[in-house]
């Protein structure tokens, strides 16, 4: 796997719907992208389900992931919030959520992760 190839895709998700160089993505919204997310979504789930080849699902869950970018960007383009909280707010939860995954002398069973992941869960919707 190409470690580049994720800063590659965010690069272009950014070009793409800050810097007009899609004329497709420059007609765009929150809410259209939110539908064709959607779309992919279950494109994604029909080709896992049936079993396809392994490059017919990477190519669905490749247009999941680039549509997801892309809102991330149509949404700072819209001046709801900057991508980069998008991405550092999914880091944090998943720290709080599961900081187990950070560190590799911490393991521990499937019902604890579960356990620990519904509790914090239930206090952050609390708070």
Sequence with gaps: MEEKGILQLVEISRAM????????????SVESMLQYIAGECQELAD??????????IASEA???????L?????????GKLKAEEVFVE???KLRRRSPHVFDPHNQ???EQAEEYWARIKQQEKIS
């Design 47 to 56: 080709a896992v389900q049936e079993n396809k080849a392994s490059l017919e």
């Design 70 to 78: 892309t809102l991330c960007f149509l949404l700072e383009r819209e």
């Design 17 to 28: 719907a800050l810097q007009g160089v899609c004329p497709w993505t420059n007609l765009q």
């Design 90 to 92: 999914a880091l944090a």
């Design 108 to 110: 521990i069973s499937l």
């Design 62 to 68: 490749g247009d999941v992931l680039t549509l997801v």
